[in-house]
């Protein structure tokens, strides 16, 4: 099996400050996708990209950057931290975008705080 | 738009008693759209319990049920017996014509001994 590892798994951060996190997978999959998700609800899709090279944005683009440096790496960047924001950031992947069948493949997550 | 609603936790239900957990969905872009159920369990990432992509059937995994059905557009998580080790937060989702996967708010169980 592979695994999607997250980092950092904590994020402290100032008000405007530039926060990068990063995601790596070793499935091989073509799709990687990041995710925020506040407290108590759901996953919002904020980027994703269907292969190497390639960005798409999702719902809740506005505010973040995204960069698929190789197949098995995706990183997002705040580009601005917003005042006493709390939230985790979920990367997930899968083998690929042709059907929404395929299962999603989590990593564990980085929470972020900004104080 | 495409979107799912799910039971409202968290849900507290004893050992060996029976859950639902609801899941109804609305489907625009799609007749007949994918449904999932993942699960995350404590210190765990979230991951996938069971899916079905047929209308009218059923997935199973871990003991858990879930029937698509089409025609009250519900996809309902049902267990007869629940153990301690089942609590957990349970996230319904849907994915559409475009690829894209909804999820719900997630439903935290929470099983007492």
């Known amino acids: 099996g592979g695994i999607i590892t997250q980092t950092p798994k904590f994020l402290i951060g100032q008000e405007g400050q530039k926060l990068t996190l990063k995601c790596q997978q070793n499935?091989?999959?073509?799709?990687m996708y990041w995710y925020r998700q506040d407290s108590g609800k759901g996953l919002r899709l904020i980027y994703y990209?269907?292969?190497?090279?390639?960005?798409q944005k999702g719902d809740l683009s506005e505010g973040y950057d995204a960069s698929r440096e190789k197949k098995s790496s995706f990183s997002l960047t705040v580009t601005s931290a917003q005042k006493n924001e709390m939230a985790v950031f979920l990367c997930?992947?899968?083998?690929?975008?042709?059907?929404?069948?395929?299962?999603?493949?989590f990593g564990a997550g980085t929470r972020l705080s900004v104080l | 738009g495409d979107s799912v609603t799910q039971t409202e936790g968290p849900v507290t239900v004893s050992e060996s008693e029976s859950l639902i957990i609801n899941c109804t969905y609305s489907?625009?872009?799609?007749?007949?759209?994918?449904l999932f159920w993942y699960v995350r369990y404590p210190g765990e990432g979230l991951q996938l319990l069971l899916k079905?992509?047929?209308?009218?059937q059923k997935g199973s995994s871990r003991g858990f049920e879930a029937t698509y059905n089409k025609e009250t557009t519900s996809f309902h998580l049902q267990k007869a017996s629940v153990q301690e080790s089942d609590s957990a937060v349970y996230y319904c989702?849907?994915?559409?014509?475009?690829?894209?996967?909804?999820f719900g708010d997630g439903t935290q169980l929470v099983v007492k001994p």
């Open positions: 499935f091989n999959h073509d799709t």
């Open positions: 997930a992947s899968s083998m690929d975008w042709f059907s929404s069948q395929n299962t999603l493949y």
């Open positions: 989702a849907l994915g559409n014509s475009n690829n894209r996967i909804f």
């Open positions: 990209s269907i292969t190497e090279n390639d960005l």
């Open positions: 079905v992509i047929t209308a009218g």
């Open positions: 489907a625009t872009s799609i007749a007949y759209p994918n």
